[in-house]
């Protein structure tokens, strides 16, 4: 079976730095995603890794160690906008994508 | 990006009653679409893994004769929810693939949110 872990809850000031860590045990691996889902909202693309690093991406950076089964999602200068629900999701040996439970980040002024 | 199309965003229906929803892949062919139910502040759990042109498979636990999903054209499947009661109420999400774009790389509709009544 697949069992990924995520925080429920994180909370920042704008303008701050949060870091969001998902560990995850799944049966094979073949990147992970991190989504962005806004209450009511389909999930919205934001990385993918497949090889152990950092990918940044603007304010948004994301870094995957596939030996310790590990991954993060880094924002920075936290805007208001930035409030929402943030999905890891592993591809497994099948192709198909598992979801942890999302974490959901409120950004204070 | 890709555009994946989901109708309608929200439905209310009677308990009893079935309700259609629709996926699109816009501006590509989608082999293979994909059905979640997410419920709230839960993760988005798959349901079925749809084909163009062959039968569904269902994700443990998943009644494929409750769920009914047809993928009759490269650009549509559709979701029927049948005989729908209040535990079915939630929100649904399609997302779409096809063969050339990379292997894991899906594409989300703007979900469906089912409330029966």
């Known amino acids: 079976g697949q069992n990924i872990d995520q925080p429920t809850e994180m909370t920042a000031t704008e303008g701050a730095i949060v870091q969001i860590n998902c560990t995850y045990q799944t049966s094979g691996f073949n990147g992970l995603f991190w989504y962005q889902q806004h209450a009511g909202e389909a999930p919205t693309f934001l990385s993918y890794n497949v090889l152990d690093g950092l990918e940044e991406k603007g304010r948004f950076s994301s870094f995957l160690s596939r030996s310790k089964g590990y991954s993060y999602l880094l924002l920075k200068e936290l805007q208001m906008k930035d409030s929402a629900s943030y999905l890891c999701?592993?591809?497994?040996?099948?192709?198909?994508?598992?979801f942890g439970a999302g974490t959901t980040v409120t950004v204070r002024a | 990006g890709a555009v994946v199309s989901q109708h309608p965003s929200w439905v209310i229906c009677k308990s009893g009653t079935s309700v259609k929803i629709e996926c699109r892949s816009l501006d590509f062919q989608a082999t293979t679409m994909f059905w979640y139910r997410q419920f709230p502040k839960q993760s988005l759990m798959l349901m079925a893994t749809s084909n163009e042109g062959s039968k569904a498979t269902y994700e443990q636990g998943v009644e494929k004769d409750k769920f009914l999903i047809n993928h009759a054209s490269l650009t549509l499947s559709t979701l029927t929810v049948t005989s729908a009661h209040p535990e079915d109420s939630s929100f649904y999400i399609c997302s779409a693939s096809s063969p050339g774009r990379e292997a894991t790389e899906a594409f989300f509709g703007q979900g469906t949110r089912l409330t029966v009544v």
């Open positions: 999701a592993v591809v497994g040996e099948d192709y198909k994508l598992s």
